[in-house]
């Protein structure tokens, strides 16, 4: 191992033990408005602010782009880091200059954001509106304008008496400065978001000319309706390229002059003569445990439960399998860091139940199951209502069922498992989480997927449209029932996700599938390219 691999390690590893050598110094208090829950060790006036301020976003956007909703829509929660030390806390892979990351994945979904870092705001209003799309009804839009959309509408400024929106983004103006318009990526290859194989471009590129792109078609009344012209025409499977060619007249070259001309003059932006109201903000205190354990019980829900094998990308660099290599080797320091914190934190015997439901995690991550298991099952009583505990006790004993368990042992802890997580939702019925855990109850079982399969599925799916595993598996279920058009509708909005990573292939696979079904063209898409300034983590798989 290097020195610099020992010494990122060797700092983890401090980040993580100061979490709990010292607990936290001020209160951490709990701010609740309509939309979301904000975590933050700081002061009541500070995070009552800070919650009204990202409340006002939230209602700035729905002024926008209404969201009609059938139900009540699970709040995000955020958790404000002060500075390098949480950051690393939170997350000890983060790097120096990220300002805050969004985590869509299998367990709960939330955003941290770095208050000591300048672009902590705009880092929480562009990954709000990655969370906020995937809300909208047509939501499969093609990568270059997830990004664009999240780019323009997060260096808004949001104040108590207006909100000033479309703002220039010196970040990527920077872009456009520094480098000649011939070198710019070709406006064609940004609206497939194709990345050349020689690697020519950026990724910086990219962002900044879907950025600008965005800005150019929202700038006008008539640019915009091309834009809605766009947009529908591409969720309803017309070619991106194809699509805005006809609908604003102007080849892929000239549009980039169009952009590259709007960009050199004065970029306009827009004050709504909207009045937002303040929020109602509930504040609580977090329990001296809580406190203690907020960024080890955010990181075991992060982390899978089992870790898939790296694969090396097709025509890989030596540099590239080095870096590789490297980052899936740290991650498993980690990842045994992790767990091994987990359980000194939870030694001595107590009836914490957030102390036993971090204990116990741990051991799952450690492929003890059992021992998780047993840890907690004294506090399973009949008079039990933790949503969180009944539905840990469940997915312990679903990891302990597999095709090598005696079927009685197996059929036992399913049925044990199923009664969990009926308790669990009478207690919690909006936890996507739940709908998920009664999921993994029925794959492989006779006659999956059913109505009730599909109906459990479409119900997490509503309460968590963000969630890429939730979207696979609901996906993957219309497969098999031969509904390959509700198949690819699902899935799309993952296969065109700008960042990338394993759950972007998969994606892509499946869009691939239904398509051939469909009797659609199959047109293979290069990778989105990952942007450097920016942080999303790759979601969990179970």
Not at 209 to 234: C, D, I, N
Not at 445 to 463: F, I, K, T
């Amino acid at each position: 191992m290097s020195p610099a691999t020992i010494g990122k390690s060797l700092l983890a590893a401090a980040a993580i033990a100061l979490s709990l050598s010292s607990p936290a110094s001020a209160e951490w208090l709990r701010a609740e408005t309509q939309n979301f829950i904000i975590y933050g060790d700081t002061n009541e006036r500070t995070l009552r602010n800070y919650a009204q301020k990202v409340q006002r976003f939230d209602s700035f956007l729905r002024t926008y782009y209404p969201i009609p909703t059938d139900f009540e829509v699970p709040k995000l929660e955020v958790y404000l880091a002060d500075g390098r030390r949480d950051m690393l806390k939170a997350e000890p892979s983060i790097g120096a200059s990220v300002g805050g990351f969004y985590s869509p994945n299998s367990g709960r979904i939330h955003a941290v954001v770095d208050t000591d870092s300048a672009a902590g705001t705009l880092v929480l209003f562009h990954e709000y509106a990655h969370h906020f799309m995937f809300q909208m009804r047509a939501n499969a839009y093609p990568a270059w304008f997830v990004e664009g959309f999240a780019e323009y509408y997060a260096t808004a400024d949001v104040r108590p008496d207006r909100i000033e929106f479309g703002r220039h983004d010196k970040d990527r103006m920077s872009f456009f400065v520094q480098l000649s318009p011939n070198s710019w990526a070709p406006m064609a290859d940004v609206l497939k978001w194709k990345v050349l194989g020689s690697g020519r471009y950026r990724a910086g590129d990219y962002y900044a000319q879907a950025w600008g792109l965005t800005h150019y078609l929202l700038s006008t009344p008539e640019r915009k309706q091309m834009l809605a012209q766009y947009l529908t025409a591409v969720t309803q499977g017309e070619d991106s390229l194809v699509a805005m060619e006809r609908v604003t007249g102007r080849s892929a070259a000239q549009l980039q002059t169009d952009m590259r001309l709007y960009l050199s003059g004065s970029i306009q932006s827009f004050i709504p003569q909207v009045e937002f109201p303040t929020s109602d903000v509930e504040i609580s205190r977090l329990s001296p445990s809580q406190a203690e354990l907020i960024w080890l019980d955010l990181r075991l829900d992060r982390e899978p439960v089992k870790v898939e094998p790296v694969e090396p990308a097709e025509g890989e660099t030596e540099a590239v399998r080095r870096r590789r290599e490297t980052a899936v080797r740290e991650d498993a320091e980690h990842r045994a860091e992790l767990i091994r914190t987990a359980l000194a934190a939870t030694q001595e015997p107590t009836d914490d139940l957030l102390r036993l439901r971090v204990a116990a995690r741990a051991h799952r991550l450690s492929g003890n199951s059992k021992a998780g298991f047993e840890l907690i099952e004294p506090h399973l009583t009949r008079t039990q209502t933790d949503p969180d505990l009944l539905r840990l006790a469940a997915d312990l004993l679903l990891d302990q069922t597999g095709p090598e368990t005696d079927p009685a042992e197996a059929t036992g802890n399913l049925r044990e498992a199923r009664s969990y997580l009926v308790r669990s939702l009478d207690t919690d019925p909006l936890n996507f989480l739940t709908y998920r855990s009664i999921n993994l109850t029925r794959v492989g079982q006779p006659g999956y997927p059913n109505d009730n399969d599909l109906n459990v599925l479409e119900l997490a799916n509503g309460l968590a449209p963000q969630s890429f595993d939730i979207r696979m598996r609901l996906a993957q279920a219309y497969l098999a029932r031969e509904r390959p058009d509700l198949a690819l509708a699902t899935v799309r909005p993952v296969a065109n996700s700008p960042h990338g990573g394993s759950w972007t292939r998969r994606a892509k696979a499946l869009v691939a599938t239904a398509q051939a079904a469909l009797g659609q063209p199959v047109e293979p898409v290069s990778e989105a390219p990952a942007d450097p300034g920016e942080a999303e983590a790759e979601p969990a798989a179970d």
